[in-house]
């Protein structure tokens, strides 16, 4: 059974090339799925796959495709876990 928590790992865009930084906390090494998906669930982009060892792991999104502003949610699956953290595209 998936347990599903909000992280409160900071997001921030890059006013230059308008791509988002996500510091993500990872607890224990092991395998990691990062996406972000819009407010219906449908992923959008695919940041990372693999193992990571525990610890705070930093990833990039460029927002491409004419993606509207709005609201999104970073999900990080580990561990048998899911983690959210809401993220704001603004251009």
Known sequence: ???YNRYKGPSHAHSLNKTRSHRVPITAYGYSDISIV???GVEV???FSGELAA???EFRWEPTGGL???MYECL???NGRVEKAPVMLLR
């Open 55 to 57: 610890g705070e792991h």
């Open 38 to 40: 819009n407010q219906l």
């Open 68 to 70: 509207p502003d709005g």
């Open 76 to 78: 990080v699956r580990m």
């Open 45 to 47: 982009a695919h940041l």
């Open 1 to 3: 059974m998936l347990n």
